[in-house]
Each structure stands twice: as C-alpha cells, then as structure tokens.
C-alpha cells in the first residue's frame, strides 16, 4: 500500500518545489521609480541598477532638423551577470507616422521586426495600466552563433496619449526564465499618466517615417529623478 502513494506523493511534493522555486525567483519590488514628464512609474527590486539615460540623435535625418532626444531608463540586476539581463523603458514620438492607433502601431512593430528578418515571433494583446498594449518574445541571433551567446527579447508596447511607450527586457538565453517572473512582475506594476515634458522631450523619430517641421524647446535633463520611497 505504501509504494502505491509513493510515486503520486513524490510528484506532488515535486510540483510544490518548482511552483515556491519560481515564485522565489521573482524578486521583491520594494522600490519606485518616478517621472511625472514623462508620465511612467514603476516598482522594481532594490537589488536592481537603475540608471537614466538621455542621448542626442542631432540632425542624423535633415541639417536644419533641431535636436531630437531619446528617453530611456536602463534597469539591471545588480550581480555579475546583470549586463546580460537589461530591461529598458523609451518613450517614442509617433506623430510621424500615419496610422498613430494601436493597429497601426503594432503592425509598424510587426513589419520593423520582418524587415530585419525576426522569425518565431509569439505576440500576445493585452492591457497594461489600462491601455492597450502588445507583447512579443522572439530570439535575437545571427549566423554561427554559439548557443551560449544568443539573446532573447520580449519588447511590450503600450499605446497612450499619443505616444508609444516600449518596454523591452534582453536577456542572455542562459538567464531568460532567470528574471523573467520579475520582469513580469515590473510590467504589472507599470503606470501611465498624462506627460507634462516640462523641461524635457521625450521623444524620438521613428527611423523610416518623413521627418516634419519640429520646433522642440532645448532640452533641460535636470528634470529627471528618480522616487526610492
């Protein structure tokens, strides 16, 4: 009789192991990160770098073309293989395009992806922060890659005021399924409101869309904090 509830009590007591490992893996979110002109907040672990980037992409399109700035925030695990696991936040100006809806945006990210010739895209719709959102997880790699150095990406886009938010987590292969109930974990705490871009523009062009007229305040990147309450 009792070898007969061995083998069921062994899986079980198996499942309940991997079910608290995975939940061990994704990490407490015991801190926030703030900006109000942008519009996004978040809650991410205090054992993660996060650090605020702002670059120039200064008159790559037309001369007489003004600054355009790119935000990004870059957040890593704070551990020797950290660099592998980047999760990045940009916001990205979409008044250049001519289907600005979620479907024109979200078929503008499917067509970028095909040019480059990304295969074995699994894409998902669904909401974030209340807004519409799209979430596709592919592998990043190139002929005769060593399996040790490829990449995968899932890249979430969130469609709202105008603007594309893109949130994108790379991830060396080995380390994927690492942070990834973390990084899930950060995406459901991700809130958006209405930017003010008081004293920053936030904003890129996308690379295969007309440039127009744009007559952007300089940029002032003092602005920027981050919230650790």
Request: glycine share 4%; hydrophobic share 35%.
């Amino acid at each position: 009789m009792s070898s007969y509830f061995a083998v069921p009590l062994a899986f079980c007591f198996l499942f309940v192991f991997c079910f608290l490992t995975t939940e061990a893996l994704a990490q407490v979110l015991d801190k926030t990160y703030s900006n109000k002109e942008c519009g996004i907040s978040f809650q991410y672990p205090s054992n993660w770098k996060i650090e605020e980037v702002t670059w120039d992409e200064e008159k790559i399109w037309n001369e007489s073309q003004p600054k355009v700035i790119n935000f990004l925030v870059d957040l890593e695990p704070d551990v020797p293989e950290g660099f592998n696991n980047v999760l990045s936040v940009e916001l990205d100006d979409i008044s250049r395009l001519s289907d600005k809806s979620f479907e024109g945006i979200r078929s503008y990210e499917h067509d970028t992806l095909a040019v480059y010739g990304v295969q074995g895209i699994s894409s998902t719709t669904t909401q974030i922060s209340g807004f519409p959102a799209q979430k596709m997880v592919y592998n990043e790699e190139l002929p005769n890659m060593k399996e040790d150095e490829k990449f995968k990406r899932m890249k979430t886009i969130i469609v709202a005021y105008d603007k594309e938010y893109v949130i994108i987590y790379d991830s060396n292969n080995a380390y994927y399924d690492k942070y990834i109930s973390t990084v899930e974990k950060m995406l459901e705490t991700f809130k958006i409101s209405a930017p003010t871009f008081e004293g920053i523009e936030c904003q890129t062009v996308p690379k295969n869309a007309p440039i127009v007229e744009d007559n952007s305040p300089t940029v002032n990147t003092s602005n920027l904090s981050i919230d650790t309450n």
